[in-house]
């Protein structure tokens, strides 16, 4: 979970200062490029082009290691299957393609602050307006949304160890009934501090 | 200052049972002081008390207003004037980094971009954040956090201040601090609290027990009869496990 919140890094490179929908639809062609244009080479092709652009954004390396490990031991069981399937360019084609696609996502988050993103989104949906959408609510739900992640997971990582400190690692229900109350409880109080800070009135 | 006032107001809550349970006996008061401090028991119903006055409760009979606006029919304009600050900073904290947080609370009042980050960074400044701007808001320390709750509440600049337990989860260092700034704060503030200490720099203080105001009057007297009411034959060499005895 960690390797989508909490990554950005503030900085000045082109790609900091590129605007939101730029960056995002940029992703999104880039993406589609990758998957529809076949063969090795082109995914060669492709994955350089997301290692320029990584290094532009000045991406740290460890970051982007600790961030990509889990993509990559998923693309490389899925380039085994297909070279014991299919044939070792299809497998070659699909482990580049993965790892450029984590690293094109990648790049973007750690150069994209959220709150931008929330103006971009306002942005876009206000013309929703007239259909009885509010932009502010949308973006902030989407805000929240990725924003709970770590907290949900300190969450779940003390229930377990308080469960544990009891020996009853074992039980699902002594682990999975504090958490799913806790969570349940954080929402109401996040909900509360929103109203108290005038949010959403 | 503004004037907080309770008319009877009462708040009751439906057990699932369906059997009717009393959280908050009705209660008048009228606050105009400054520093006002509410302490009492664990569930004895000063948090509900506490939120009453912004609206995040509301009363189940009377009615609670500040300045003349009921905080039921105008909550949102209540909740302008009063800012809320909560015991554990981490459900309060809504946004990635310091900066984006505080310019959450001031996205409805600023709508201007540029101004905006401005406002943010000149009250993270204020707060002696500067530096953590675009620090991630789970990379602070507990006191830092606390802070930067309250810079974001404060940002908008509420004419009331109410905290619930603020310092509750803070070592003593950061509890002086926070509660040095509170009380230094030029807001009405509203207090609840467990140390003593504190509430005792308040200029009226209000001891709640039962779900209703057993003492209401100047701080040193009510902070006794605090005490007294945990531990009538001797406050002082108090030893009772699990209770608070005065320091």
Redesign the interface.
Known sequence: MSMT??L?R?GTTPLHRLPVGVKLLGLAALSVAIVVVRGPLSAVAFLAVAMVLALVGRLDLRVVARALRTVLVLAVVVALLQWWLFSLDRAVESLLDLVSLALLALTLTVTT???DTL?AVIGWITPLRRVGVDP?RVA?TI??A??SL??TLALALETRNAARARGLERSPRAYLTPFVIRVVA?AH??G????????G? | MAEIRLEGAEVRIEDADGASRTILSPTTLTLTEQRIGVIGGNGSGKSTLA?LV?G?VEPTAGRVSVDGLDVVRH??AV??KV??C?T?P???L????CV?DV???L??TVKD?VRRRQLALETLARFGLAERA?V?V?ALSGGQRQLLALA??LA?EPEVLVCDEPTTLLDLRNTRMIGDLLLSLPQQLVLVSHDLDLVRRCDRVLVVEDGAVRFDGPAEEAVADYVASVDPADPATSTTPGRTSPA
């Open positions: 919140v909490g950005y503030p602050a959220i709150t103006d502010e902030l805000g929240l990725v924003q770590p907290g954080r109080e996040t509360d501090a929103l109203k108290a800070r005038g949010i009135d | 939120r912004n995040l909550g949102a909740r302008r800012g809320f909560f554990d981490a459900a309060q809504v946004m990635p980094t984006e310019e959450l609370s996205r409805r971009r675009d991630s789970h974001g509440v908008t």
